[in-house]
């Protein structure tokens, strides 16, 4: 998985899943993309919660936003929706993350084109390669202001067999007869440090991906469904769903209840604490990430790719460069991975991974040709908290027994290049009975009670993960 390599199989459920409190001001000043002030972070469209909502939308980042907006763009629903969030909007993942929409074109892929066949492998690339292109279309449509780039993603080994492991991937995608590998190239050689500007680089191979300032798309998209009707509660936890005798779903909040006849959860990490069949399904684990800038007056190297860079020790780092010289880098998994206590099970997003925090001083000069003397260094360093998936899949459409509940969650550190479509599709199934199996959604992607199941008894994913009993089941 390209944002945080490598994630262990959940071993234990969540007792508390539960967003903690944001300390007041600390978490926008130390998170870069959430310096910029948007007044509607801490909105409430009603003084009051609405007693009822035909659709509750629980988490208001770029999942729970998304579907709002695909449920109402061009008058789609005349249902009412209300977005309830825990702290502010955009203060979760979204607001906390690399800015990297980068599909995953060979990573993960032969792992599910393993477990469930070539085709199933193909259709989460070619979806998430879709994702991107649909984002660029409505950022275009729409004129968001969130630093949009489409940019080559430049994949670096600096590891000698890292390199030649990554080569046979790439060698068996290729054979595989994919048309999107067409836009892959992959180096070796001599030339590979020259290529990419990586001091040491073995091997690199680069292909399209998008760069952006999540929180200020996620803020745009809110402005335009509150204009359309949706009422958002930010700073409105929810502590607990019951079913309501007469129909439908009653949610409780500290600061009342409200009744809705559909229930979507758009809370990621946090899903289990009020979906606990999840818990060992999603866990909430602890990722770092930073902003590195270099001191006024100084010009460096322009990079204008994004990467993806394993150093001579594999330590991975996802790395988007900004048109304003600063760069966000984050990753360095393999630095806390042993210390579970950091970052495992894990939703303190308030408190730094102490055996990562100093990893990126001095990452520029270490890492990239022409860096040496340009003084970068960090400037703002943060966590966030992932939804580690048991199977690595997220999870979207129909909770099990659970009639006119959704679930869009589990994105295992990689949802920007999966949620908005994702989102569009699961409005479908929302507010016109689409049938996942009618959706444009991958497969492997549809919450299931043989997936809850699976991940519940531990069993190792080495195998039939669509419980079809077909180990190269195609698409019906
Ligand atoms: C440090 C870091 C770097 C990352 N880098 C990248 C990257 O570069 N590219 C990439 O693709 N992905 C990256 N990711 C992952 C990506 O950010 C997530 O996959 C994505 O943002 C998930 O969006 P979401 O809306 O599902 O979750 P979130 O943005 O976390 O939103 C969920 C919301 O639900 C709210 N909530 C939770 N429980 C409740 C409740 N009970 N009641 C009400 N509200 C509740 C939360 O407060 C939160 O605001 C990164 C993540 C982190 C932490």
Redesign the pocket.
Known sequence: MP?SDCPPLPTAGTPSC??TPERPEGDKADCFWQTHHDELRDHRSTSELPSHSDIVI???????VSTAYHLTKDGGSSKSITI????GAC????G???????PDFYGHIPTYMDRAGDRAGAEIAEFEIANLRALKKVIERESIDCDFTLARSVDVWCNEEAAKSAKAVYDRMVAAGFDYMDDVVFYTGDQVEGICGVKGAKACASFTAGTMWPFKFVMHLIKKVLTLGVNLQTHT??ESITRDTQGGYILDTPRGRIHADNVIH?????VS??LPEYGKNIIPCK???SRITVPEGTTAPLLNNSYINRTEDNTLS?FIPRADGSIIV?GAAKLFRSHEEQWYDNVNDGVLIDSAKDYYNGYMQRTYRGWEDTGAKVDKIW????GYSFDSNPHIGHVPEKDGQFIL?G?N?????V?WLAAQELAKMVSNGVPFEKTSMPRLFQTSQFRIDRAQAGKVEDGDILGTGNFAATKP
């Open positions: 944002h539960f967003p629980i988490g208001a980042g770029l999942a729970g309830l969030e825990a702290r203060s979760g993942a979204t906390r993350n690399g800015g990297h929409c980068r936890p929810v758009a809370n990621n990490a946090y604490g009020l990722g770092i990430c996802y984050g966590t966030g908290v992932m969650a994105f550190g990689h949802g920007m290049p949620i």
